[in-house]
T-cell receptor
């Protein structure tokens, strides 16, 4: 099945700093989503982005499908941005399910 | 528009018992997916239901089962509970056959087996 690798596994920032999270995947995809898991466990959908670039406030994402990677940018980070960020994809013949990476644990300190 | 709702929020069961978890998808969504997030194991695909039928399942034993009702809500049943079944169980829904908007997840049910 399709493989998803996220980096870095852990990231510690000071409030106000910018960061880039990366997601590499092993096959062509028809769905790619970035999620933020809050402290209560809920997965909050940040972007649906199988290709191209999108922006939502301080967050933006870019997926280069031909090179099989996606990037999530967080600018002017806030303590509320802390949590685990997951990249999830479907494709490679398994269109029905999302395969998740192991996530990036982001800690933003005041 | 209401999101994906799951109940109960927390569930504590004894080893060997059965657990039933419930999920209501977003209105108009016909596909429901179940995922397990156990400590140290990441998010693992469990089951996919669409139009009332089980379409596929992940690498889980048969004691993990479920169903989808005519209103597209879904139930996950875990029989003969084992300690390692303790996990966060997340349900997601999507419009079947289209992936233009992706999957939306509920808040999850945290199952603890003692």
């Amino acid at each position: 099945g399709i493989q998803v690798e996220q980096s870095p596994p852990d990231l510690i920032l000071q409030e106000g700093a910018n960061s880039t999270l990366r997601c590499n995947f092993s096959d062509s995809v028809n769905n790619l989503q970035w999620f933020h898991q809050n402290p209560w466990g809920q997965l909050i959908n940040l972007f649906y982005i199988p290709s191209g670039t999108k922006q939502n406030g301080r967050l933006s994402a870019t997926t280069v499908a031909t090179e099989r990677y996606s990037l999530l940018y967080i600018s002017s980070s806030q303590t509320t941005d802390s949590g685990v960020y997951f990249c999830a994809v479907s494709g490679g013949g398994s269109n029905y399910k999302l395969t998740f990476g192991k996530g990036t644990l982001l800690t933003v300190n005041p | 528009e209401a999101g994906v709702t799951q109940s109960p929020t927390h569930l504590i069961k004894t080893r060997g018992q059965q657990a039933t978890l419930r999920c209501s998808p977003i209105s108009g969504h016909t596909s429901v997916y179940w995922y397990q997030q156990a400590l140290g194991l990441g998010l693992q695909f469990l089951l996919w239901y669409d139009e009332g039928e089980e379409r596929n399942r992940g690498n889980f034993p048969p004691r993990f089962s479920g169903r989808q009702f005519p209103n597209y809500s879904s139930e996950l049943n875990v029989n003969a509970l084992e300690l390692e079944d303790s996990a966060l169980y997340l349900c997601a829904s999507s419009l079947a056959g289209t992936l233009n908007y992706g999957y939306t997840f509920g808040s999850g049910t945290r199952l603890t087996v003692v």
